[in-house]
């Protein structure tokens, strides 16, 4: 297969996995609305909600609702988001390695994986019907600190296979140190 007709099979093969990820996104959207119908008043109650508070602990002041433990069909409806776009991620990862999708784009996908598993563990932990203001920007703490971690493991991975496939490329006729 000549370079050019590699290259276009793997563009229509990324162009079909970003439509399918669209589409399934539209999906997973559309069924959230569709399982939870208070889910357009209570997003709406979320951001009339917002109002510039300080920071418990700091003479910071940043955005957050007044009543953050009023706002659990909101979290559940980003909860079931999380999990179901995590698992989604998965087989987005699985047909990556069917179509012999770029590193970059494997990488990519592991670490979205990564982050939206993360995502749920995070509100499943911090935002419920409990939730104080403390808890609320903790929870954007974390979300910054899974952002770090997420970047990190992408880095790691292409490093990682980057050095597997280096060691496994004939030297080109010189000889291999012990």
Known sequence: MSEFSERLRHRHGESA???????CFFILIGAIFATTPTIVDGVSAFF???????????????????????????????????????????AVLLLRFFMHSKLSKKAETASNIVYWFGSYYLIMTFLNETTTLTTWFAYWAAIIILLGITLIVRAFIL????????????????????
Do not use: C
């Open 17 to 23: 996995i970003n439509a399918i990820s669209a589409g």
């Open 48 to 90: 009339r909600d917002f109002d510039i508070l300080k920071v418990p602990h700091t003479e910071i002041y940043l955005p957050a609702p007044k009543s953050p433990s009023t706002h659990t069909i909101v979290y559940s409806a980003a909860l079931q988001f999380s999990l179901v776009w995590g698992i989604f991620q998965i």
């Open 159 to 178: 490093a990682v296979w980057r050095q597997m496939s280096s060691d496994l490329r004939p030297l080109h006729g010189s000889k291999r140190a012990s």
